[in-house]
C-alpha cells in the first residue's frame, strides 16, 4: 500500500499533501486528548510495534503492495488524533530512512493510512462499542470491525489515487477492485489481531482504551 515516487502524477501528489497537512492542523487546533507521559510512551512503544509490522509487503499484480497497517489499533488506544500522529510517523520514517513509499508519494501514503485508515476504525469501532455498551463483545466486534475496514478503506483510496494517475500503467477500472479485494482479505487478519489485543488490553487495563 505504500505508493512509491513514479506512481502519482503531481496534481494527486501535491494534493494529497495539502489535504494531509490540513488535517493535522485542524485536528491538532480542536484536539480533546492531552499527551501525559503514560500516552507518551504508548504512542511510541505502539509506532515501533507498527513499524515492524508494516515492514512486511506482498506485491500486488495492479496495484502497489499489501501489507499489515495497525491504524484501528493506533486509533482505539491513542484516540484520531494521536494515532494519526503515531501512524504519521510510522511512514516518515519508512519513507526518509528505508525508501518503502517515495516522498512525492507520502502525502498520499499518510492520507490512506494515517488518516482514512485511523478515521474509519476508529469511528467503527467507537460506534460499535456505544452501541452495545463497553463490553468484552463489543470491545472485540467493534476492534475487529474496525481494523477490517480501516485497512479495505485505506487500499480502495489507494488504489484510485494511483488508477486516476496517468504515470500507473493501470486505470482504476483495474486498480480499485485488486487493491479493494486484496485489502478486504487481509482486512480480515488485521481485524482479529485488532480484535484479539483490544479485548486482552480491555481485560488487563480497560483504562487504556478510547471506550
Given at each position: 500500500?505504500?505508493?512509491?515516487?513514479?506512481?502519482?502524477?503531481?496534481?494527486?501528489?501535491?494534493?494529497?499533501?495539502?489535504?494531509?497537512?490540513?488535517?493535522?492542523?485542524?485536528?491538532?487546533?480542536?484536539?480533546?486528548?492531552?499527551?501525559?507521559?503514560?500516552?507518551?510512551?504508548?504512542?511510541?512503544?505502539?509506532?515501533?510495534g507498527?513499524?515492524?509490522a508494516?515492514?512486511?509487503?506482498?506485491?500486488?499484480?495492479?496495484?502497489?503492495?499489501?501489507?499489515?497497517?495497525?491504524?484501528?489499533?493506533?486509533?482505539?488506544?491513542?484516540?484520531?488524533?494521536?494515532?494519526?500522529?503515531?501512524?504519521?510517523?510510522?511512514?516518515?520514517?519508512?519513507?526518509?530512512?528505508?525508501?518503502?513509499?517515495?516522498?512525492?508519494?507520502?502525502?498520499?501514503?499518510?492520507?490512506?493510512?494515517?488518516?482514512?485508515?485511523?478515521?474509519?476504525?476508529?469511528?467503527?469501532?467507537?460506534?460499535?462499542?456505544?452501541?452495545?455498551?463497553?463490553?468484552?463483545?463489543?470491545?472485540?466486534?467493534?476492534?475487529?470491525?474496525?481494523?477490517?475496514?480501516?485497512?479495505?478503506?485505506?487500499?480502495?483510496?489507494?488504489?484510485?489515487?494511483?488508477?486516476?494517475?496517468?504515470?500507473?500503467?493501470?486505470?482504476v477500472?483495474?486498480?480499485?477492485?485488486?487493491?479493494?479485494?486484496?485489502?478486504?482479505?487481509?482486512?480480515?487478519?488485521?481485524?482479529?489481531?485488532?480484535?484479539?489485543?483490544?479485548?486482552?488490553?480491555?481485560k488487563?487495563?480497560?483504562?487504556?482504551?478510547?471506550?
Open positions: 500500500m505504500h505508493i512509491p515516487d513514479g506512481f502519482l502524477d503531481p496534481y494527486w501528489a501535491a494534493s494529497t499533501y495539502i489535504a494531509s497537512i490540513v488535517f493535522y492542523a485542524v485536528a491538532y487546533k480542536f484536539k480533546r486528548e492531552s499527551l501525559g507521559p503514560q500516552k507518551l510512551s504508548l504512542l511510541t512503544t505502539l509506532a515501533a507498527i513499524f515492524v508494516q515492514m512486511l509487503n506482498w506485491p500486488l499484480p495492479g496495484g502497489t503492495s499489501l501489507h499489515l497497517v495497525g491504524a484501528a489499533l493506533a486509533a482505539i488506544l491513542l484516540g484520531p488524533f494521536y494515532g494519526a500522529v503515531a501512524m504519521g510517523l510510522v511512514l516518515l520514517v519508512q519513507c526518509l530512512v528505508f525508501h518503502d513509499g517515495g516522498i512525492t508519494a507520502l502525502g498520499a501514503n499518510v492520507l490512506n493510512m494515517a488518516i482514512v485508515g485511523v478515521l474509519v476504525g476508529y469511528y467503527l469501532y467507537k460506534a460499535v462499542v456505544r452501541a452495545m455498551g463497553a463490553s468484552e463483545k463489543s470491545v472485540l466486534l467493534g476492534a475487529f470491525l474496525g481494523g477490517w475496514m480501516s485497512v479495505f478503506a485505506a487500499g480502495v483510496l489507494c488504489g484510485v489515487e494511483i488508477g486516476l494517475s496517468p504515470q500507473f500503467p493501470y486505470g477500472s483495474v486498480s480499485v477492485p485488486v487493491m479493494g479485494l486484496w485489502h478486504l482479505a487481509l482486512g480480515v487478519i488485521e481485524g482479529v489481531i485488532t480484535g484479539l489485543v483490544a479485548l486482552y488490553i480491555y488487563r487495563s480497560p483504562s487504556l482504551l478510547q471506550v
